[in-house]
């Protein structure tokens, strides 16, 4: 039934981007969008912003005469500016970019060396900055041990996966076919002439697996690599696949449908990013995943995101799912609800906490800030979540008997009560205070 099931209507390009004079969010590519990171940190981010109505906008250069085209006659001060990996490198283009923003944040993702002269060596330029948003915990603990001068300039640091783009959950794990497929779904560059690691990943699902394992590519040869193998698996033509990639989640609506055909998904590359798992999750194809760090904090201790060490764990994870349906649909079942974590709508509130537009309230999305230091310079430890009582009764959420407000009494307050989420934005202080509310209402699989 899930296989059957119609694909997701995926929206236009063009509705999700803005003119420039109507966005509220900006989004550099310094060094463009032909790589998938930057492109799917800049391009798909600023969709996916402007479809949760924050418009925003991805550029993709740094230059003095891109920059100087933010500055909009009689336009208010943009609620935020962010840089992928690398900043400008003139301290006269940060200024003027700091004038016309109220948050400047530096996306370092995973900050590869041929990036980071500016990121890491210009304390003065980083300075101008409220902080800066890194893949996870995981990442920024290897950022800041190879840029010391970015960790120690940086105020606060926010936590932002990329979200997943699989539009639909396609299986739940029940179907286990005498020679079920399996897809290795991470990018990679072995060649297929190395075949020890192809080989032994082989062996360790066992004879009875249909295993492909180099069918996609990274790298710079990943743009065409994927185009190919989209094209051959949905049999569709190459100026198809474009066009359907040119869409918001129009390329995670192609993997959907290719992930479909799948009985179990490989993730075996350590990474610090997370989305090609989560991607994998999403669908309810039972996954099995290489351990490592990034992907344990990923699966916050669920047992059933099955994580191996090695391939006699991976042949030991793979018998236990050809014995039991029911552990599939356990197995099924937890991919997709971690993989909520990770949604449009999830991902899309981070970033408006992260541009202060949304008071901080889930004690697992909070920012580190830097903030006050003890005597032997350790950060202090971090307020207590926003959902505590004594902070929700001080906010305004709870009144004097301790039973919640109604939604429109509340302030500075983000809360999704299963349909809709209202977000209470208070502008200014003490008796100063307006507030502007903004409602988004989740319907099926989407959210508008």
């Given at each position: 039934q899930f296989r059957a099931a119609p694909a997701a209507a995926v929206s236009n390009r063009s509705a999700f981007e803005p003119p420039l004079e109507r966005a509220r969010v900006v989004i550099a590519a310094c060094h463009g969008l032909n790589l998938g990171g930057p492109r799917h940190r800049c391009l798909e981010t600023a969709r996916a912003l402007t479809a949760h109505d924050l418009p925003a906008v991805c550029i993709p250069s740094c230059s003095a005469a891109t920059l100087s085209r933010l500055r909009q006659p009689g336009q208010e001060r943009l609620d935020g500016i962010i840089f992928i990996k690398q900043i400008p490198s003139s301290i006269h283009l940060i200024k003027t970019v700091r004038s016309l923003t109220r948050r400047l944040l530096l996306d370092t993702m995973d900050l590869n060396p041929l990036f980071q002269a500016a990121s890491?060596?210009?304390?003065?330029?980083?300075?101008?900055?409220?902080?800066?948003?890194?893949?996870?915990?995981?990442?920024?603990?290897?950022?800041?041990?190879?840029?010391?001068?970015?960790?120690?300039?940086?105020?606060?640091?926010?936590?932002i996966e990329h979200f997943h783009s699989v539009t639909r959950r396609v299986s739940d794990g029940s179907l286990w076919p005498?020679?079920?497929?399996?897809?290795?779904?991470?990018?990679?560059?072995?060649?297929?002439?190395?075949?020890?690691?192809?080989?032994?990943?082989?062996?360790?699902?066992?004879?009875e697996v249909?295993?492909?394992?180099?069918?996609?590519?990274?790298?710079?040869?990943?743009?065409?690599?994927?185009?190919?193998?989209?094209?051959q698996a949905l049999k569709m033509s190459g100026g198809e696949v474009q066009a359907r990639m040119a869409a918001f989640l129009g390329t995670g609506d192609l993997f959907t449908r290719?992930?479909?055909?799948?009985?179990?998904?490989?993730?075996?590359?350590?990474?610090?990013?997370?989305?090609?798992?989560?991607?994998?999750l999403a669908t309810g194809v039972p996954v099995i995943a290489l351990w490592t760090p990034t992907f344990e904090e990923v699966a916050a201790g669920?047992?059933?995101?099955?994580?191996?060490?090695?391939?006699?764990?991976?042949?030991?994870t793979v018998r236990a799912l050809a014995a039991s349906a029911a552990f599939r649909r356990r197995v099924?079942?937890?991919?997709?609800?971690?993989?909520?974590?990770?949604?449009?709508?999830?991902?899309?509130l981070q970033y408006k906490e992260a541009l202060g537009l949304c008071a901080r309230h889930d004690e697992n999305r909070s920012a580190e800030r830097g903030g006050p230091k003890a005597s032997n310079n350790t950060p202090l430890p971090p307020p207590r979540p926003w959902r505590s009582h004594?902070?929700?009764?001080?906010?305004?959420?709870?009144?004097?008997?301790?039973?919640?407000?109604?939604?429109?009494?509340?302030?500075?307050?983000?809360?999704?009560?299963?349909?809709?989420?209202?977000?209470?934005?208070?502008?200014?202080?003490?008796?100063?205070?307006?507030?502007?509310?903004?409602?988004?209402?989740?319907?099926?699989?989407?959210?508008?």
């Open positions: 890491c060596n210009g304390e003065s330029l980083l300075r101008h900055f409220d902080g800066a948003i890194a893949l996870s915990r995981i990442a920024w603990q290897q950022i800041s041990a190879s840029c010391p001068v970015l960790a120690n300039t940086t105020r606060e640091v926010h936590y005498a020679r079920p497929q399996a897809l290795m779904v991470m990018e990679h560059r072995v060649l297929p002439t190395a075949r020890s690691f192809c080989v032994n990943l082989s062996k360790a699902l066992g004879p249909d295993f492909s394992c180099n069918p996609l590519w990274g790298g710079m040869a990943a743009p065409s690599s994927r185009l190919g193998f989209l094209s290719v992930f479909a055909q799948y009985d179990l998904l490989i993730q075996w590359f350590h990474s610090n990013a997370a989305q090609r798992l989560t991607n994998a669920d047992p059933h995101i099955l994580l191996v060490h090695n391939y006699s764990e991976l042949t030991a099924s079942d937890a991919g997709v609800a971690v993989a909520d974590r990770f949604s449009v709508g999830q991902i899309a004594r902070l929700l009764a001080k906010h305004g959420v709870l009144d004097a008997r301790g039973n919640r407000k109604r939604r429109e009494e509340r302030r500075g307050f983000c809360e999704w009560n299963g349909t809709a989420r209202t977000t209470w934005m208070t502008r200014g202080t003490g008796r100063g205070v307006s507030l502007t509310p903004h409602t988004h209402v989740r319907r099926g699989e989407t959210e508008t």
